[in-house]
């Protein structure tokens, strides 16, 4: 049976709690005492049932808001009545006005409750939903996890990774993409040390279901090239992006192999993860993958079979951060390592490097833009690391200004044919 819910015998309830412990909160408490006027605002079916988890100062989550941000992103803005504003990304690319539609569908839910119950609202959202999981709401709860850590930190005034038992690192790997050497080399100037690049493409044409000698050859020799560029410290993986038949992909691994990749990401598409077990165990490269792959529940088939060894979770596909944070602890138990995927923008390298803070497992964090022209004080390499972000909850600030010509954007997803039939083949 559904229970009633009364705003007002919860207001009442709130504010004597809220005077008790005023005097021991000091600098958060007097952040937190001027929203105290706007949460009359609050609709009855938006309210906390009773049982919820307790806070001690008033603090209500007041509307979400989307926008499209170029190249392909979409941020969110959790606002609240205390005047803390959270950050996230809730996006699948190519589905930006999808996911600002489902982000749209949680608002209800939201409104009015407390922020600070994170993984209280991670259950509601997802399990509540009945149909659970897949890109597009596992996104939208990313992005919405996320927002709700960033106020949680700076309602606290810490770092998210003080409130995970971090940090567990002082300093932060991240690579950089680079598809020739000359890329690798650009990137070792800029401060990287770590890389990631694709398959070459023989005659500029994606590779077929069982490829030929000449297009096997010109994986290893094009690979080779970046190794000597990057030098044997240098490390290189190389992302087959899902788009390679399972043939070939072994084809490429066995020639790949001299020289020694990083790892082999997504060597084949992972709805079979039983194919992708088959090609780890044909090869003593580590595999990894995990940008397509939702929640707990999806990384444990990935390593129960022994699909990968190093999972990728994307913090804005996966769950967020609550969820990434106990993909690392699965993951830890079968001495894998998390290097999380990020094609995205500043917020989702921000959550990411929360959660490098917070685990022992961690490899590498990529990254795509470090958030020059998006956020205030963007990140700087310096021999391979960032460092340790130290600002309150996700750690950043947007920069609005920089943004402004910026904001909308329609970008789709590539089309892509084999160039013999026309067919449509993966990119
Ligand atoms: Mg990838």
Request: proline share 7%; aromatic share 8%.
């Amino acid at each position: 049976m559904k229970k009633e819910f009364n705003p007002q015998k919860n207001e009442i309830r709130r504010r004597s709690v809220l005077t008790g412990a005023a005097g021991l909160l000091g600098l958060g408490a007097a952040r937190l005492a001027a929203p105290k006027m706007a949460v009359g605002a609050v609709s009855p079916q938006a309210g906390t049932p009773a049982k919820r988890p307790a806070a001690k100062e008033i603090i209500k989550i007041t509307k979400l808001e989307t926008f499209l941000v170029k190249p392909r992103w979409l941020f969110l803005k959790v606002h609240t009545s205390a005047g803390i504003m959270g950050l996230g990304e809730p996006i699948t690319e190519g589905r930006a006005k999808t996911c600002a539609e489902a982000v749209k569908e949680v608002e209800p839910y939201l409104v009015g409750k407390d922020p600070r119950a994170v993984a209280h609202h991670w259950q509601a959202i997802y399990r509540h939903a009945f149909y659970r999981g897949g890109p597009i709401l596992t996104s939208a709860l990313s992005g919405i996890d996320q927002a709700l850590w960033d106020i949680k930190g700076k309602a606290l005034d810490v770092p998210v990774y003080e409130l995970l038992g971090g940090p567990t690192r002082q300093r932060i790997r991240v690579y950089s993409h680079a598809r020739t050497p000359e890329g690798i080399k650009q990137a070792r100037a800029q401060g990287f040390t770590a890389f990631k690049t694709g398959p070459a493409k023989y005659k500029n044409r994606f590779s077929r279901i069982v490829d030929n000698k000449a297009y096997i050859d010109n994986v290893a020799v094009q690979f080779a090239a970046l190794r000597e560029a990057a030098g044997p410290e240098g490390d290189i993986g190389i992302d087959f992006h899902g788009a390679v038949p399972p043939q070939t992909a072994k084809l490429m691994i066995k020639v790949l192999e001299p020289y020694q990749p990083f790892f082999v990401e997504e060597p084949v598409n992972c709805q079979n993860v039983e194919a992708m077990a088959d090609i780890a165990r044909g090869t003593h490269l580590p595999i990894a993958t995990g940008e397509r792959i939702f929640t707990k529940w999806g990384f444990r088939e990935i390593l129960e079979k022994g699909a990968a060894t190093i999972l990728q979770p994307d913090l804005c596909h996966a769950g967020g951060i609550t969820e990434v944070r106990l993909i690392a602890g699965m993951a830890e138990a079968y001495y894998a390592a998390m290097a999380p995927h990020n094609p995205l923008g500043p917020i989702s390298l921000a959550a990411g490097l929360q959660i490098a803070a917070s685990i022992p497992n961690f490899l590498c964090q990529e990254q795509v833009s470090m958030g020059d022209g998006y956020i205030k004080n963007p990140f700087k390499v310096k021999d391979g690391y960032v460092d340790l972000p130290t600002g309150p909850g996700l750690g950043i600030e947007l920069d609005e200004n920089a943004m402004a010509d910026k904001i909308g954007h329609d970008w789709r997803n590539q089309e892509s044919y084999d160039a013999d039939d026309g067919s449509v083949v993966d990119w």
